[in-house]
């Protein structure tokens, strides 16, 4: 099969984490996991390139990736703590007292 | 066998950072948590000890025998424009922690953790302007944002402060899944992540235009570019830098607007101009229309604001737009101007941030947040006041002062390179943005309520050093920049040969 069709579901993937936060008013955890979504698709991107073009550093650099998205997603769920308690809430819509 | 051997010994002043942040890291662990010392704040000696860390690993870095050098197997470029941009990361570093030293005092802050984090984030910005691989520069740039997410949300009980750090990381997460996705196109369809490899590669690719792969080369730039722009907060991606740098604590907007353009313009240099120079059609226009904007937005975007700090956002997204302008020239001189602006922006903020983290009224407590808060200046504190009007005349580039000479540079470059068009903005988003400096200088000056006095806090000593050289340089500037200008030249001439 073509390269392409593999990068057809990366790339689904990844749009759907880019409509999830656009699309998504109500609230900050579903942001995450889209963001995660996000870097996971480009994760299976490389993987594809990487097996497509039979060469390692592709899959050096999702790995780490991987590595990476799991230190930014605890930074972002220690954030959304420190959030919670200040705030009581942690819905999008009363993100707003930082406004021009 | 012996891997890397010799690659230790050339980033010595890295690998000194490192291990001096984490001492620190160890330092206030223990001493913060020993009940026999009563708990002490440390924030005083913490960041005392992390200006002489920064300022030893200032000396290593200009001490280094290395002219041009690659070493980790291709991960990392020692030249002397990398030394160059660690030369003025870890000066703005040092000067925004000395600045904040008081600060820190009067706010009652007392999470140490934040001076670890500056000299960590002050690291992985050294090894960004020094990466010359996708791998290695994703690596550091993650690093150095991860380290901003935490900066800005460092006043814990702060509602503001949190909800910026909130909205900077999902922002910053969303444009480093986009970088990535265009870092992958370019993976796929190359196969390398090497900058050298890539310059060789499009060198020999001569006809990509016409190849089918083009769409995907096109798409892989536009993704790069928008985390670049993102990162930068240039003009159609600035609309998170208003609101974090607002909402964080002052000292760390000083830090936000001094240092990190700096790196991710180190690293964006040595990306575009050394591995993607045959593609300039390509980027080019996206870096005018950016900076275009970022030009127009600066201007006009700050004249709703009414608080200082939102305003001198604005102000610096303006600059941006400058320093847009020398890039996209693709000359010797276009880079020089360029280079020469990044030292007269930082001389800018490092004096304009100074003054606002001087001021604190005495009596309430408050500090200024409000344009109109600088109305009692011009009585109470007259020298603090003649500073800010220098300041502003300078960034209004008014002739006598040094922004005046950066942006005669940077025109004079652009029309070199014949782009007219962008300089006529340029010139009408200068003088639109006189506007509301001037608008500063009336409220300080031009306001004639005198029946209440306030009086502020003493400035300490550090901060009137830096003030006064600064406003020295403002004007000395203007009449020598000739050793500014020979000095990005050099780097500008090393670096494009």
Not at chain 2, 28 to 46: A, E, Q, R, W
Not at chain 2, 153 to 177: I, M, N, P, V, W
Not at chain 2, 274 to 291: D, H, M, R, T
Request: hydrophobic share 55%; proline share 2%.
């Amino acid at each position: 099969m073509h390269c392409i069709s593999f990068l057809h579901c990366s790339l689904l993937l990844f749009l759907l984490g880019v409509w999830g936060i656009f699309f998504n008013r109500k609230n900050i955890v579903v942001m995450l996991m889209c963001i995660e979504l996000m870097l996971l698709a480009v994760n299976l991107n490389f993987l594809i390139f990487s097996t497509y073009l039979d060469d390692l550093s592709g899959q050096i650099f999702s790995l780490l990736i991987l590595t990476v998205a799991a230190a930014e997603s605890s930074i972002g769920l220690a954030l959304l703590v420190m959030y919670y308690r200040t705030r009581g809430t942690i819905s999008i819509e009363y993100m707003n007292l930082l406004k021009g | 066998m012996h891997f890397f051997q010799n690659d230790f010994y050339f980033v010595l002043p890295e690998l000194f950072l490192f291990g001096a942040s984490l001492s620190l890291l160890m330092f206030g662990v223990i001493y913060s948590t020993s009940v026999s010392h009563g708990k002490p704040g440390l924030m005083k000696v913490m960041s005392w000890a992390s200006i002489v860390c920064l300022a030893m690993t200032l000396g290593l870095v200009l001490n280094t025998p290395v002219h041009s050098t690659v070493v980790f197997s291709q991960s990392l470029l020692l030249d002397d424009l990398s030394t160059f941009f660690k030369f003025l990361i870890l000066g703005g570093s040092i000067l925004s922690i000395l600045m904040s030293v008081q600060y820190f005092e009067t706010e009652n802050m007392r999470n140490f953790e934040y001076l670890v984090l500056v000299c960590l984030s002050t690291l992985s910005m050294l090894l960004l302007v020094a990466s010359y691989d996708l791998i290695s520069m994703y690596l550091a740039l993650e690093m150095q944002s991860l380290c901003f997410y935490v900066l800005a949300a460092s006043q814990r009980d702060s509602e503001f402060s949190t909800e910026a750090g909130l909205k900077y990381f999902l922002l910053g997460a969303f444009s480093s899944g986009v970088f990535l996705l265009g870092c992958s196109f370019l993976y796929g369809l190359t196969g390398l992540t090497n900058f050298e490899a890539y310059a060789l590669f499009f060198a020999q690719q001569s006809n990509i235009y016409q190849t089918s792969d083009w769409i995907f080369v096109q798409i892989a730039f536009l993704f790069i570019l928008l985390g670049f722009l993102f990162k930068l907060s240039a003009a159609p991606f600035h609309f998170w830098a208003p609101d974090v740098y607002e909402g964080a604590p002052t000292s760390v907007t000083a830090f936000f607007s001094i240092v990190p353009k700096v790196s991710i313009f180190g690293v964006f240099i040595k990306l575009f101009f050394c591995s993607f120079y045959e593609l300039a059609l390509l980027w080019q226009p996206v870096i005018i229309a950016s900076g275009m904007l970022s030009l127009l937005v600066g201007a006009f975007g700050a004249f709703a604001q009414k608080k200082i700090k939102r305003l001198l956002v604005y102000s610096s997204i303006g600059h941006l737009g400058y320093m847009l302008l020398g890039l996209s020239c693709l000359t010797i001189e276009g880079l020089q101007s360029m280079l020469a602006y990044l030292i007269f922006y930082i001389v800018m903020t490092v004096h304009v941030f100074a003054c606002v983290l001087a001021l604190k009224d005495l009596k309430t407590g408050q500090r200024i947040r409000y344009v109109e808060d600088l109305k009692y200046l011009a009585q109470s504190q007259p020298l603090v006041a003649c500073a800010f009007v220098l300041n502003f005349f300078s960034m209004a580039g008014i002739p006598p002062l040094a922004g005046f000479c950066a942006k005669f540079y940077v025109f004079f470059a652009a029309l070199g390179a014949s782009l007219y068009f962008f300089v006529a903005v340029a010139l009408f988003s200068s003088i639109v943005s006189c506007f509301y400096y001037l608008r500063f200088i009336k409220f300080m000056y031009f306001h004639k309520e005198t029946s209440v006095s306030v009086e502020y806090v003493q400035m300490d000593q550090q901060k009137a050093w830096m003030i006064s050289i600064t406003s020295y340089l403002l004007v000395y500037l203007f009449f020598c920049p000739t050793n500014v200008f020979l000095w990005s030249e050099k780097v500008a001439l090393l670096f494009l040969n």
